[in-house]
């Protein structure tokens, strides 16, 4: 199962670190190596967040954490859990997030650097390389120009570097540091040892002399404004999940002794009643008291429509009352809530790896320390190849190969590729109400081909409808219904509610119908109902009886032949069938059935695009479930019909040792062991905990059009983070070499290499606009 790597193993606690200092791939390995050298730690660390997600023995201590990373030239801070009454709200998850994202949180720090770097640049690549600026002895003018840029813009290069040399490691900051700091002093060093060699203008250019200062400079500004839009946009890329714990509410109405009270979402208690009025958010998940209303759950199902609430209905915190006035008992408060949790999960996700990281981690372990080595020996056959009479043309073209090879390669990219992907990725999720739970269940998603859809509430509405009318006699359809609808709108019973709203919906035919112009039911005299048996009344002065077989029994009435054979046709056809008698003579029989959800049928056809071959699970007899097959579009080869739910994880376990990978879509606790058994489980709805828990993929809608398009951004977010991996290795690839060569000047290197880390980040950030 894609989730496994979530789980704790028994003995251990999670730890959430919070690290400061981390610029690439190679930062991310050390950490986690320093960290796995403790006995039974498990770490695994984020780039972007600046996060770290460590499994520990219980006698490891946070103490122990923090300095181990330290250790590795890093500050980490432990990150506080919340309290059991802490919402996870604005105040609390907002400022969390802030510092989450910490190395997002630079570009206001790097933004002075990258001013002065670009402001001071300028000059200093135009006198260096057009001669039409160039004056007498502007060579000193350049070498002073640029020793800011070099030494307190460059800063963070050099800061990262020193503090990695002094633990015997480097990383790509070792690589612009050496780079830019060798062409200063070299171009300082030739200025020094020929203090004439600028004297008049036009003496020096790019292809006669030894001055790099423009190189040094160039190269600064160009990284600063790379890290600069980095920074930006993997803030951008953060922003989903802030969004998510910034939508619960600041503060609820509570109503005690008939006095209402503002109290802030964190200390509310479950038991708590909430007074909600139209346009407030609901504070905390609850069971409506008191209240009809119509609530806005777009921001968490990403379902546009509202759904209609009344006593008894449950409700989700965050979600918005759009009418009537709402009394809400508080059920989950805190770290428990559906917000809460969706935050857990999203954050969870983005804190993995995917297998395909893995790869670009151990390639990172290593890749420092090549380069320098390429570097080095590019330097060396440089001056060999040009021989003992090329003079200083011999080692300036050897110098520029090798500050070329070292600033091309810095493996930031790299170590983007796999965490802004899924940042973006599970970010944007969260938006449209998809909760992907950790990295692995890409992978997964890429390579199921089946999908099993349990029928009632992932198919089907799981409420039941009016289907059809039968009339018998001198009744016809209409009257039969109308009729039948007054007598069971005085019942609560939900088959009575469902043949109420049909009635109810019903445009009268003609004066004198039972019911009003207004579309009302009209009274009902004498109402009396039989648990289990059926109800009766007098509507209109006529005696109205609805009911089963035997409460026709009952009360004195015998159906004929024909009318029983009527009966039995529509329960065979999978109905759930109810008598009508109108003054003690058999009227008809309405055919109630499980409605299909409107959009399934597009959304089976949607699932077959993207390669997958649906099944319908059900319990119901084999009628049924063909009739529902049929609606949205399933072959009757791919139906199970009739299956209890302990025989979902067997029907899953089949398909599976017939070689199929599968995925399972259900909504109850009924769903949950199967769910754990596909190889990809799709919890739907706002569903039960269990589910969800047991889930790889959580649509906090109820709509099957949700299971496809999670589907579709989970292998959409897994193939660009295949394109950034591919594009980061390409710039190494193809760049190293050529640099090598002696083709690549620095400047150009320095632009690439920024240009490689913000390609990456961009195409990350295309998938906000998914399903839009």
Not at 609 to 627: F, S
Not at 744 to 758: C, H, K, T, Y
């Amino acid at each position: 199962m894609g989730h496994q790597e979530l789980l704790q193993p028994p003995g251990t606690r999670v730890v959430e670190l919070d690290i400061e200092g981390m610029t690439c791939a190679s930062c991310v390995n050390r950490v986690e190596k320093k960290l796995g050298k403790l006995e039974g730690v498990a770490a695994s660390v984020n780039l972007p967040l600046e996060s770290a997600h460590v499994t520990a023995p219980e006698g490891i201590s946070d103490e122990q954490l923090v300095a181990t990373v330290s250790a590795a030239g890093y500050t980490a801070t432990v990150r506080i859990p919340p309290a059991p009454a802490d919402t996870g709200g604005p105040d609390e998850g907002g400022t969390d997030q802030d510092h989450h994202m910490a190395h997002g949180g630079t570009a206001s720090q790097l933004r002075p650097r990258l001013v002065l770097a670009a402001i001071l640049t300028v000059p200093v690549f135009l006198v260096s390389m057009v001669p039409a600026f160039q004056f007498p002895h502007w060579g000193w003018a350049a070498g002073v120009l640029a020793l800011p840029v070099v030494t307190w813009a460059a800063w963070p290069f050099h800061r990262a570097a020193a503090v990695n040399a002094r633990h015997m490691a480097s990383t790509m900051d070792t690589l612009v540091s050496i780079g830019v700091t060798a062409a200063y002093l070299f171009s300082a060093w030739q200025l020094a040892a020929d203090p004439r060699m600028t004297e008049h203008p036009g003496m020096e250019g790019m292809d006669a002399g030894g001055l790099y200062f423009e190189v040094a400079a160039v190269v600064t500004t160009f990284l600063l404004l790379g890290r600069y839009l980095e920074a930006n946009a993997k803030q951008k890329a953060g922003n989903a999940l802030k969004a998510l714990l910034n939508l619960g509410a600041k503060d609820a109405a509570v109503l005690r002794e008939g006095v209402e009270y503002r109290v802030p979402a964190d200390r509310l208690l479950v038991g708590n009643v909430l007074v909600v009025r139209p346009g407030e958010k609901i504070a905390t998940d609850g069971v409506v008291l008191d209240g009809t209303s119509a609530v806005d759950a777009s921001l968490v199902t990403g379902e546009s429509v509202p759904v209609e609430v009344g006593p008894g209905s449950k409700v989700t915190g965050a979600t918005i009352n759009t009418s009537g006035r709402l009394l809400v008992r508080a059920t989950r408060v805190g770290a428990e809530t559906t917000l809460a949790q969706m935050a857990r999960l999203v954050s969870q996700a983005q804190t993995g790896k995917a297998p395909i990281a893995r790869l670009a981690d151990r390639i990172s372990a290593v890749f420092v320390p090549v380069v320098l080595a390429i570097a080095a020996s590019t330097f060396l056959l440089w001056l060999l190849a040009a021989g003992p009479d090329a003079g200083g043309a011999g080692l300036r073209q050897a110098f520029t190969a090798a500050v070329a090879v070292l600033v091309i390669a810095c493996p930031c990219a790299l170590g983007l590729a796999t965490p802004v992907g899924l940042l973006t990725g599970s970010g944007r999720g969260a938006q449209l109400g998809i909760l992907i739970k950790g990295p692995q269940v890409l992978e997964d998603t890429r390579t199921v081909d089946t999908i099993l859809l349990d029928k009632t509430g992932t198919v089907t509405t799981g409420v039941l409808a009016v289907g059809s009318t039968t009339a018998f006699g001198p009744f016809d359809e209409q009257q039969v219904l109308r009729l039948a609808g007054a007598v069971e709108a005085a019942s609560e019973h939900p088959v009575a509610r469902a043949i109420a709203a049909a009635a109810k919906g019903i445009v009268p035919a003609r004066p004198g119908s039972a019911v009003d112009d207004d579309g009302r039911l009209p009274g009902v005299d004498g109402f009396r109902s039989a648990p289990g048996g059926g109800v009766t009344g007098t509507v209109e002065g006529r005696q109205v009886l609805a009911g089963r077989t035997g409460w026709l029994g009952e009360n004195g009435i015998e159906p004929s032949p024909a009318q029983l054979e009527a009966l039995a046709e529509a329960e065979a056809a999978g109905a759930t069938a109810v008598w009508v008698a109108v003054d003690g003579v058999p009227a008809g029989i309405i055919s109630l059935r499980d409605t299909v959800k409107e959009g399934s049928a597009a959304a089976v056809a949607r699932l077959k695009d993207l390669g997958l071959r649906p099944i319908l699970l059900t319990g119901d007899n084999a009628a049924v479930a063909a009739q529902v097959a049929a609606a949205v579009g399933i072959p009757p080869a791919d139906v199970y019909a009739g299956v209890l739910p302990e025989g979902k994880v067997e029907a899953v376990r089949t398909l599976q040792a017939a070689g199929a990978t599968v995925a399972m879509a259900g909504d109850g606790v009924n769903d949950a062991a199967a769910l754990a058994q596909a190889d990809l489980g799709i919890a739907m709805g706002s569903g039960t905990d269990v589910a969800i828990e047991a889930a790889d993929l959580t649509v906090m809608g109820n709509d099957l059009a949700q299971v496809a398009q999670a589907i579709e951004l989970s292998r959409r977010t897994l193939a660009t983070i295949k394109t950034n991996l591919f594009w980061a290795f390409f710039y190494n690839a193809v760049g190293i070499p050529v640099a090598a060569l002696g083709l690549l000047n620095p400047m150009i290197a320095g632009a690439a290499m920024a240009a490689s880390s913000v390609l990456v980040v961009a195409n990350s950030l295309r998938l906000r606009s998914f399903g839009k």
